[in-house]
């Protein structure tokens, strides 16, 4: 109790100053976690204006807190399945990034003088971007419904598992200050083994308990639950030899995976967002300026390395992965910045007493700047692909576009991808589950038995039983268990599966492979005398003649499995049946429109649309824009292939098939919004001003008449000039063309004009 005064001293300080901080970031629209490591700074040793932390030994503790729950934060909204539909575009665009930018951040800091873990720390640190941000600056630039979005989405995704192995492997290169290769591959291979592992028990037993248990469950035990499964893994990672933060994030993925995955995440997120704070404002106290203005240079360096090297080499990878040249450069301006993963990776080396402490004022630097470059950078983007494009060769451009072409067709998996997908998920998820049971045996039950059971003889027997029943249908699934492959709703033949080069030679590596592990499996439970006697042939006679019960008891292992994991998407299903198979269709159509640079989209009408009521055939949309409506959503109800007579309703979601371009134009409609006729009518004689404003090509204005455009019922304005090149026409008719890169003098409502400007400046700007 001694502490209690001095721990609520600090928290009054840090949650007010944090408050307040953030309230002013909301204000000028920066993202909070900046805002929370400047409070960090007001209330660390290094500010002598407001009152200092007394009790850190607490606030450390804190801060890791705050990091376990982030990461079960995380963990929660992830999923393992989400990572399996991000598709290989996303996959292979974030580890070139990962590979090439964290190379580029270690050599950076071996030119620096740095020594090994510094640098290794510093390429962790530069492996992620932020979410936070990108997702802001795509919403602020209303590009979360365009092409490129989606693959940058899958990108993060990607980004933040391989960060976390990474911050494994890290603290195991930390911990040993060992650099083998045979040791990093060790690790590589006992985090497998143990992430599959975990997977499959927790898959298998997780939902069934919570199945089971869910009547009796209200808020309040669902959150206990929550986090006591939470730090009970967390206790579990670190006992294997694995980071806390491991655990937090692997119990929160298999979570996601349940019924109560939602209701936990609700829950979970206030505590979340405490602890969370306390670990960035812990962050914040540790910015010393003097350091940072004596690192200047390095932070400079790794802020150029961050923005040249993410562009590039998140671009390159999305080539590679087959993304058309513009939606590479996209990617890669979209990529340009570190996420809060670089204050976790560096708050881990720190802790670990591995690190110098001048990384974390780097670190905050870096994010600082790249935080404000981002939003510019992804504006800069088309720029950037039209200068690309006249720098390059002609033959180059149509290599890349063939190239792209090419790796389109080549997506779907052939039939031998599909065979070793099968055999590989065999062989290596009963492998995991008989060395587990073998392990289990070997550090568990047998050290039980030799206490409990006197006699040699009858201990071994018992054991070899109980090992024996434990792991046959795992035994016999890697030698017995039929392949099926369905290709294109068929089941293909078994004698491509079976008596083919390729099929023997995979049913004599399943063969040896089962060799292998039943010779392991022996080994670890009893001696070789015993082997001979006993196991080898228990093993071979309840798999001969118990075969058949074996294959009933796998089978259901594996139904109860497969239903675990497809709970939650099947509740889902039931939920949003429609919506999900319009969604499914919607993705089928972008890939057979992707070599016309086409897609479907769905865009949402708001509540004060000013095409409200109207019929597609009064819009003249398709003639207008090139687009096409393929459905409209009503509540529970969809139009597909609406005809003319069909009308836009507030609300409705539109499904619109389009280019990029096509697809801005009609979203700058959307976005549209009519103030109420009594505001209109309340115009204030100050509010009424002559401006001027330039159009861009992708203005929907353009090429249109005056009078035909609207412009000037959009912007209840009037047109009195217009300036084209070096001629002026005044008071122009309403017959008059607007052209790209007119100057439009307008007469009007000088806010509604400016709102426009702000929302649409890629449309048009002010002159």
Same mark, same amino acid.
């Given at each position: ?38 409070? %960090? ?23 890791? &807190? ?75 630039? %209303? ?20 960060? #976390? ?11 040993? =200050? ?24 927790? +898959? ?47 119990? %929160?993925?298999? *979570? ?14 206030? *505590? ?50 087959? =993304? ?7 990617? %890669? ?10 204050? @976790? ?16 004022? #780097? ?5 600082? &700047? ?17 200068? +690309?494009?006249?720098? !390059? ?180 299903? !039931? ?33 004060? &649309? ?18 096409? #409506? ?59 001003? !002559? ?19 609207? @412009? ?56």
């Amino acid at each position: 109790m001694a502490h209690l005064p001095e721990l609520i001293q600090d928290m009054a300080l840090i949650l007010l100053v944090g408050a307040l901080v953030t309230i002013l970031f909301k204000r000028i629209k920066q993202p909070l976690v900046l805002g929370y490591i400047i409070a %960090g700074f007001l209330v660390g040793p290094h500010f002598h204006y407001l009152p200092t932390i007394v009790d850190q030994e607490n606030m450390d503790t804190f801060a890791e &807190i705050g990091v376990i729950m982030l990461l079960f934060g995380l963990g929660l909204e992830f999923s393992f399945k989400k990572l399996v539909k991000v598709g290989g575009s996303a996959s292979i665009t974030a580890v070139v990034e990962i590979l090439f930018v964290g190379l580029g951040g270690y050599l950076t800091g071996y030119l620096l003088g740095w020594n090994k873990m510094d640098s290794l720390f510093l390429a962790g640190m530069l492996a992620s971007s932020s979410t936070t941000i990108i997702l802001k600056a795509f919403d602020e630039l %209303g590009l979360k419904s365009k092409q490129f979005a989606r693959v940058v989405f899958g990108v993060l995704v990607v980004e933040d598992i391989i960060v #976390i192995l990474l911050m494994v492997l890290l603290s195991t290169v930390a911990l040993t =200050q060992k650099f083998q290769g045979s040791e990093i591959l060790f690790t590589v291979f006992k985090l497998a083994f143990f992430m599959i592992l975990w997977f499959l028990v927790g +898959i298998y037993l997780l939902p069934v308990f919570i199945k089971k248990t869910k009547k009796w469950m209200d808020e309040e035990t669902v959150l206990i639950l929550a986090i006591g499964l939470c730090f009970g893994m967390v206790l579990l990672a670190t006992h294997v030899g694995f980071s806390a933060e491991l655990g937090a994030f692997v119990m %929160g993925s298999l *979570i996601a995976e349940t019924i109560l995955a939602e209701k936990i995440e609700h829950l979970t997120q206030p *505590i979340k967002q405490f602890f969370g704070t306390i670990f960035f404002v812990s962050v914040g106290m540790m910015i010393d300026p003097h350091a940072m203005y004596n690192y200047s240079g390095p932070i400079f360096a790794i802020t150029l390395l961050t923005i040249v090297g993410k562009f590039f080499f998140s671009g390159l990878g999305a080539l590679i992965s087959g =993304q058309p040249l513009k939606q590479s450069v996209q990617i %890669g301006s979209s990529m340009a910045q570190i996420g809060e993963f670089a204050f @976790i990776v560096a708050a881990l080396g720190l802790s670990l007493g591995v690190i110098s402490e001048f990384l974390f004022p #780097i670190a905050v630097g870096v994010s600082a &700047i790249t935080t404000f470059t981002t939003p510019y950078f992804i504006k800069l983007s088309e720029p950037l692909y039209n200068i +690309i494009v006249k720098t !390059l060769p002609k033959t180059w451009i149509m290599r890349l576009d063939a190239y792209t072409s090419e790796t389109q067709k080549n997506k779907d998996n052939p039939l031998w991808k599909k065979t070793l997908h099968e055999y590989n998920k065999i062989l290596i998820i009963n492998s995991i589950i008989l060395i587990a049971i073998a392990l289990l045996f070997k550090y568990l039950f047998i050290p039980f038995l030799n206490i409990q059971i006197e006699s040699l003889l009858w201990r071994n027997v018992l054991l070899i039983s109980m090992a024996s029943l434990l792991a046959s249908p795992f035994l016999w699934a890697i030698l017995n268990k039929k392949i099926i492959i369905k290709e294109g709703g068929e089941t293909i033949n078994s004698y491509y599966l079976n008596y083919s080069l390729m099929g023997i030679s995979l049913h004599v590596i399943r063969f040896l492979t089962g060799i292998l592990l039943i010779g392991f499996f022996i080994d670890q439970i009893t001696t070789t005398r015993y082997a001979l006697v006993i196991s080898i042939p228990l093993i071979v006679t309840m798999l001969w003649f118990f075969s058949s019960n074996i294959q009933k008891i796998h089978q259901r292992i594996e139904q109860q499995f497969i239903s675990n994991l497809n709970e939650r998407e099947r509740l889902e299903y !039931l939920r949003n049946k429609d919506n999900i198979a319009l969604h499914k269709k919607n993705k089928e159509a972008s890939v057979h429109f992707q070599k016309w640079d086409a897609y479907v989209t769905e865009l949402e009408a708001g509540d004060t &649309i000013s095409f409200a009521g109207m019929s597609l055939y009064e819009l003249k949309w398709k003639e207008k824009f090139g687009i096409n #409506i393929v459905y409209i959503r009503r509540n529970d109800r969809t139009v597909h292939l609406p005809d003319g007579k069909q009308r836009i309703l507030p609300n409705d979601k539109v499904g619109v098939l389009g280019t990029d371009s096509q697809i801005s134009q009609l979203k700058f409609i959307f976005d549209q919004k009519v103030l109420p006729k009594e505001k209109e009518e309340d115009m204030d004689i100050n509010d009424i001003q !002559l401006t001027k404003i330039q159009l861009t090509e992708t203005n929907p204005y353009c090429n249109k008449t005056i009078k035909d455009s609207g @412009i000037q019922k959009d912007l209840h304005s009037h047109v009195v000039g217009i300036e084209r090149n070096e001629n002026r026409i005044l008071n122009p008719s309403s017959s008059e063309m607007i052209l790209a890169d007119d100057i439009i003098w307008l007469v009007g409502n000088l806010h509604k004009i400016k709102a426009c400007l702000k929302n649409h400046q890629e449309n048009f700007m002010e002159i």
